[in-house]
């Protein structure tokens, strides 16, 4: 199928076929008390949650896990203990703050947390632990270090993907034929959306015989451009000017607040290039980049949480890994908003059966950074 060059609305709204959200909570066992929600909790339950660096406010993956763990203790009628952390040095102390107040889950958020988090699920394995990206596997033998630890992870090459065919499409419609993409810290949960992306804009060009060109990522190599950390800061925008600077009309920063710079350095480019936003439905999340968030590649970290929680509350809790994916609607692309009527004609169909194909198992999309 080839995708016209002009712009025009497209015949099916992305928002239907790929915006899903995840639902479901587990059975409640006996001894439970009732909740203001109509929902039963077991008795004494009390939901923790402990942020990375990035803080609540990051408009990515603290935040999407806060709203996650806040909306299950609203309709569960209990109040959730957040513990920000401003620095790595916090890690430590905010998860001995949380067995310190008799938290019955604690939930990471980030493999940053990862040591401090086996660490404490080994001296208290009456409480239960999810950590969210990664896999709790510090001796490498395949399983959580602790057999109280949740891994909440996510397969967003697929997600990924179709973000990168979005990126191409936009690229080729306006003559350009150049995308880029940077990250913050070379780990296996931010170098799998720059797979993705990257794989997606080559399915592009071998379905339309074009030659949409990708900078800041080598998948074959795995090295490209990252910022070292996941502050919005002079060197995360000095990265992304670099990659602006290639000419690139498409630009997808991984890494919460880095897109921040990235929207800095289109604002001072005087150019039209747009970005792609990463965890959350960024122009949602941040209203003041909206006009630049072509579309986001979600990771639907808070429904998830919700999911973790819930079922915890009512005495379900189980430590099977969490891996979301297209098909269990854990990852996914948010709506095109207001560029929704400036897309390629058919891009929006096409996005929809490559998502359908991937799922049905005809289109095999994954990368060596994929959870195992």
Request: aromatic share 6%; net charge negative; charged share 20%.
């Amino acid at each position: 199928m080839t995708i016209s060059s002009t712009r025009k609305l497209a015949g099916v709204t992305v928002a239907a076929s790929l915006a899903l959200v995840l639902a479901g909570c587990g059975a409640a066992p006996e001894a439970t008390t009732p909740t203001e929600g109509g929902k039963t909790a077991v008795a004494g339950f009390k939901p923790c949650i402990v942020s990375d660096d990035g803080g609540w406010n990051d408009k990515s993956f603290n935040e999407s896990a806060k709203n996650g763990i806040d909306k299950a203790a609203q309709e569960l009628g209990v109040k959730a203990v957040e513990a920000e952390s401003s620095s790595e040095s916090d890690y430590g102390p905010n998860m001995q703050s949380m067995v310190g107040q008799n938290c019955t889950l604690i939930i990471a958020v980030g493999y940053k947390l990862s040591a401090e988090t086996i660490k404490a699920a080994k001296a208290n394995p009456s409480i239960n632990f999810a950590i969210i990206d990664d896999s709790a596997d510090a001796d490498g033998d395949g399983k959580p270090d602790a057999d109280n630890i949740k891994p909440i992870l996510f397969n967003t090459v697929e997600a990924a993907y179709l973000g990168g065919y979005a990126a191409a499409a936009w690229s080729h419609q306006d003559g350009v034929d150049k995308v880029g993409t940077f990250g913050g810290l070379q780990i296996p949960s931010v170098a799998i959306f720059m797979d993705g992306f990257i794989d997606g804009v080559k399915k592009f060009n071998e379905d339309n015989s074009t030659n949409v060109a990708t900078l800041g990522w080598n998948v074959d190599t795995q090295k490209g451009s990252f910022t070292g950390g996941f502050t919005a800061n002079d060197t995360a925008k000095q990265t992304a000017q670099g990659i602006l600077d290639q000419g690139v009309d498409v630009i997808l920063p991984v890494g919460g607040p880095i897109y921040k710079s990235a929207a800095a350095a289109i604002k001072d480019s005087g150019k039209d290039t747009v970005m792609m936003g990463v965890d959350s439905d960024l122009a949602v999340a941040d209203p003041s980049v909206a006009d630049v968030t072509l579309v986001s590649i979600m990771k639907r970290i808070d429904s998830a949480v919700y999911d973790t929680v819930m079922s915890a509350a009512t005495g379900d809790f189980d430590v099977t890994p969490y891996i979301g994916t297209l098909k269990n609607e854990g990852v996914g692309l948010s709506p095109f908003h207001d560029f929704e009527s400036k897309l390629p004609s058919g891009l929006t169909d096409k996005l929809a059966d490559l998502q359908k194909q991937i799922i049905d198992g005809s289109l095999t999309v994954t990368s060596t950074n994929s959870p195992k």
